[in-house]
């Protein structure tokens, strides 16, 4: 029972697949278009490319194999979600996009079978996207879930909620909802929410506006979204009443995770080109990738890139021990959003003008990497919530020292 | 004769005539057309925003006053090009952005009355636009210009140039070119490089291409140009042949600095931007400026603006005593490039999911900003130029100490 | 009135004649002694070098002319402390140390003329060493000022002292105290404060402990003091009653600044000391300072002290021209502090193992540099100053919109 | 066959036992001599500690079990390594600090029986201590091993040596060297070397100087060291001649992942002391620890301890399966001694004035870990070959794209 590092011989064939598979048939669709998944023609795209992951037998790795998966834990997926992540349109096309991926994860874990049936299985199968629609505006929830002011009231049969949502990526042309309201308590303290589905063309939702990101690659934008009567029956609720927050992180601690794992591949991609650009081009008195500062910015990237890896292998492992993790996921998540930041600008650094042009991929993988220091919480969030523990964790221990004096 | 950082009362008039400008009429024309000067009309808005700029009487704060402008010295442009650059437009409107007002800087130095009359005077009056064709693609002269490979060769009555010149600014558009061209030694030696006049129109010059980077407020834009056997008479050589490096360091000083000044402005704005946003978002039981984290972002913040002003401030001195001040003019640029991209960075931060959109200016001035650590010598150069002084310093000064045992 | 950043030639002869003097007679001293002043005698070492540096002329440039100083202002002072700080030793002698300088420039400024005649006068002729009591061990006055616990209370014909203080430096053969204690309200709100001019051998003062840090270089040490019903007789009130918090400001903000000039000195040895060493080491097949990786170094070291030096020099001016210059002098404060240990590490670094050795002077001066993140203000808490005037504008700024509407 | 990140039962008693034994046998020990192991009695004191440590099962856990030793791989002896460190006397205590542990690795991979028995065996027993010189004076073996100087020629019957060494640590008072020496070849070129065993008793062998350094925990300290003639039988030759720079690999990787474990406890010590001071600390309102900025720092060396471990974990694993692992280890050492001294300076800014004080062991740990940066190859070195490789890399994939075509 040593400490194990090694893949089994299935999943780095899946690896080495999905590898071949991005570079041959998704990047030169990426490339064509921009890296824009709208221009590319959105959800036509998708199941275009869908179509051919599925001939390759890497569709879905995370869904479970009852659903047409091929039922990966988080440690298998790590490998494998890079991969896709190589190309921005890589995770659209193994159907491992945010939300649908951590969707398909609750569902897998939480839903009953008979919404597994008339949710997951469409979802896994692509046969529809869905949404989750968490986050408010201001001063609703964000940062701070406590803030949480749409309302779902109990009517006869069902509930009737009300509240607006923003930044819900995959709106646009979701299938479906997973809607976050509250049951119990009122915006500020902690109280009771509730996780309910519902069909997108219930009556009531209204996807409003898109907010244009910076990000290109997500199919149905970030979104926001409101709710007006909407009602959902008694058997659409997911899980439990006012166990929405429990649930939520069963799919927040997993789904930063696959964000790490799909953004590792954007930004080795990002070294990948600058490494190749240095190690051809001529200044100097030699080649720039045999210059010292230029070695500087090499080193530092495979070092980022390695701690990244090396902190999320961690998390997943925890993760599929059936712990919550929620520091090893805060710490992981909160580095590489850094760390992928850092690696893109200096990727775009080593290239000189050509790293801020079009000409090359890097300012845009920048823009699409910039932004997850944001998504699934800020890193303020995360050091706030990592201190937290760590304080409490001395705070206790010195009440303990104390009352055994 | 003590240590005075005061401006004269008419300088202070100008920069808060600037400022009301730029607020007034400028920022709203930026953000009609999202910042992309192309999109916003290039020539057209730019001739309507010098002329409110004229009735302001605050065009062209550089230029000498026998050809209309307000003469400003570098020491004095500092608070007025950071009121103009404010917005990304300002430059523009107030005809002092790259390269128009290095060029106009150089010809007031250097040409002749007789170039001065057909080129500066229409230059500083915003008639015409032009550009400096120096940078080559690879393997030419790009940071290293011992690489210069565009070649001009005696011919009667003049020259002839041939060449490939890379990210032109302004070229697209301007009425006349400064060429760089080798005249004595070959690539890879310092050799003598000449500055040749050439109005836009001179056979055998192209421009060939857009190079699209992530900055969309340059007129003009970065351009790929051919010379072939372009012709240029004796009459219209800049200054004296074998001279270009000579004249290069009188622009690329100032050059440098105007650039830092410039785009202090809109490092000053993203950090407005983020701190009124923080001061009044609510979060976490306050406002989120009052918040540790955030504060630490925006004293951060405070510091790199006071600090980028404070250098820009002494390399300005500098210059305005005569000195070539290559030292502070690098430090200077190299300290201001790296500070308003975390500035631009940490603003974003501030403004979360916001930040990333287009629903406020950040990333955007962002993508604007990113380009200076690369653009006029990336840090990298810079930084290799001031250790080789320091360090060539200490070898002397123990050759010295050798010498004098 | 343009911008002037030049010295008269006085202060730079001041300049030369201290810088020499450093070289010269003081840093042997220094060396001989490991940079303890303890070890190498203390007071009487002191007393050495005043005499040798009155010898040169350049003794107490800070202190009023009539009481035999030469008078400089904040601006004049700063090249002339910074040439003092290349050696720890060297503002000791020159009698520029803290606290006896801030406290010099505090009695200038408000003491009586009778009081000028007892404490002023043997302080500026180094006859007397002195110490300000302010801070205090938890919970009492530290970074917080309101938390300040030391009382005062009204007595017959004066006032008696109780309290405890904590790093108070030079206390340890101190002629006489300046006591900040409490004369209004309680502990944690502002109330009311005042200073108290106490010569050392009143009764009730103790100096109880050294607090032995990592800095060796500052007479008397950083040490605990007690009060025990210390009687100050109402004509050693220094000023007015409960004006000990403004009086503190007139302190500080010079003080601060001067701590920035002799550190500067000190951070610029470090480097001096490391170019000399990698210009000629030889490995890599070249000098040490041909590499990448050490110019890199080189040139931050280069920037930070040029920053640092920008920054001070913009504060001298503001607080010279009469201003409180509470922010001017805490970004000038806070970056310093922090770039000074930045090179100070990067020049260890540079000279590798020697670099930890007492072979070479770095890890010690590193070991003075780095108290000064955390003396006169920790870097944390002039942040959360900086960013609340920042934040405070903001705020303002909105209310004035908000109003005009 | 998945991944697995736990440690056997008997792996984490080990574990245990070791923290355990630090905190209540050795942190007191160190403590008393404010942890200067000299001062503290040297080889007396380590030999005291060694009996603790055999009384409590736990000394040498990685030396073979057929000499004493626990015989645990390097994925094993992360934790009990990392217990340990966490006095600066716990590794001189469990016999696993440099460089003896890594000549006892060495020995046991390349000794003969004979040579085994006759160094290896007293060695693993802590009978007595040992010495790997290697590193030279400039201009000698460094940062740069070719450029090797000291000297083997053979003679009748063995060797005979001459030359010099530097930073030999535990030189004073070591049984036995090993000494690397030029076999082939001359100073600037690979050629090759050999490793001698040595009795420290040899004729010719001179300790000659101790260099101090910041760092005060290992016995027989930092030293300069000189062979003349010094005589080395054949059959003292460790493995084959002129194969020193491969067995060096084998010796090198591992020590310096030793290295890492070694600090880790040092680094979280530092954290420990620090959270806990914050976690009690009155200040602002509430205790210090809940301060953003305070936070934040707890936070970051959180993640920084963090991230240290998961890429030791990983040059482990890749050492254990019997590579040479040189980017992981490359990558891992040069990330956590960057971290330790990041961890070490947060953590002495969160106390403050107590911070740079002996009150708290805060400044002393940095000054053992400062030269962590520096020993076992700088951080520029590492860089250089990390780079390298990199760069390497893609020449090779781009040759072979091109040849390709």
């Given at each position: 029972m040593p400490v194990d590092l090694s893949y089994a011989p299935d999943v780095a064939d899946i690896v080495e697949k999905t590898s071949r598979f991005v570079r041959d048939q998704i990047l030169p669709i990426e490339y064509q278009y921009g890296g824009d998944i709208t221009t590319a023609g959105g959800d036509d795209i998708r199941r275009e490319m869908n179509a051919k992951a599925k001939a390759e037998g890497i569709f879905a790795p995370h869904a479970p194999v009852e659903f047409g998966g091929l039922g990966l834990n988080m440690s298998d997926r790590t490998p494998v979600f890079a991969a896709a992540g190589y190309s921005t349109f890589g995770p659209v096309a193994l159907h491992i996009g945010a939300p649908d991926e951590g969707n398909v994860h609750m569902l897998a874990h939480i839903a009953s079978d008979e919404q597994k049936h008339r949710y997951l299985a469409p979802?896994?199968?692509?046969?529809?996207?869905?949404?989750?629609?968490?986050?408010?505006?201001?001063?609703?929830?964000?940062?701070?879930?406590?803030?949480?002011?749409?309302?779902?009231?109990?009517?006869?049969?069902?509930?009737?909620?009300?509240?607006?949502?923003?930044?819900?990526?995959?709106?646009?042309?979701?299938?479906?909802?997973?809607?976050?309201?509250?049951?119990a308590g009122s915006p500020g303290d902690r109280g009771?929410?509730?996780?309910?589905?519902?069909?997108?063309?219930?009556?009531?939702?209204?996807?409003?506006r898109h907010i244009v990101t910076t990000d290109r690659s997500m199919i149905g934008g970030h979104c926001e979204v409101s709710f007006t009567d909407v009602f959902v029956p008694d058997e659409d609720i997911l899980g439990e009443v006012d166990e929405g927050y429990r649930y939520a992180q069963v799919r927040l601690g997993p789904a930063r995770m696959t964000h790490v794992m799909r953004w590792y591949g954007s930004a080795q991609r990002c070294h990948d080109v600058a490494v190749d650009y240095v190690s051809k081009r001529e200044g100097f008195g030699g080649k720039l990738g045999d210059l010292g500062m230029i070695q500087q910015m090499v080193a530092d990237n495979e070092i980022d890139l390695a701690a990244s890896m090396a902190l999320l292998v961690k998390a997943c492992y925890e993760l599929d021990q059936g712990n919550h993790a929620s520091n090893e996921t805060s710490i992981a998540k909160t580095f590489a959003a850094e760390a992928y930041t850092r690696i893109a600008?200096?990727?775009?650094?080593?290239?000189?003008?050509?790293?801020?042009?079009?000409?090359?991929?890097?300012s845009r993988l920048q823009n699409e990497l910039r932004p997850f220091r944001i998504y699934d919480g800020p890193s303020e969030v995360h050091r706030w919530a990592?201190?937290?523990?760590?304080?409490g964790r001395a705070k206790k221990a010195a009440a303990r020292a104390e009352s055994a004096r």
């Open positions: 979802l896994a199968a692509g046969d529809v996207r869905s949404a989750f629609a968490m986050t408010e505006p201001s001063p609703g929830a964000g940062a701070d879930p406590d803030a949480l002011r749409t309302m779902a009231v109990k009517v006869d049969g069902g509930w009737k909620i009300n509240g607006e949502k923003r930044f819900i990526t995959g709106a646009d042309g979701a299938g479906f909802f997973i809607i976050m309201a509250r049951t009771g929410a509730t996780m309910f589905l519902a069909p997108a063309d219930t009556p009531g939702i209204s996807v409003d600008d200096r990727s775009i650094q080593m290239c000189g003008g050509l790293g801020v042009s079009e000409d090359l991929p890097l990592i201190a937290r523990r760590a304080v």
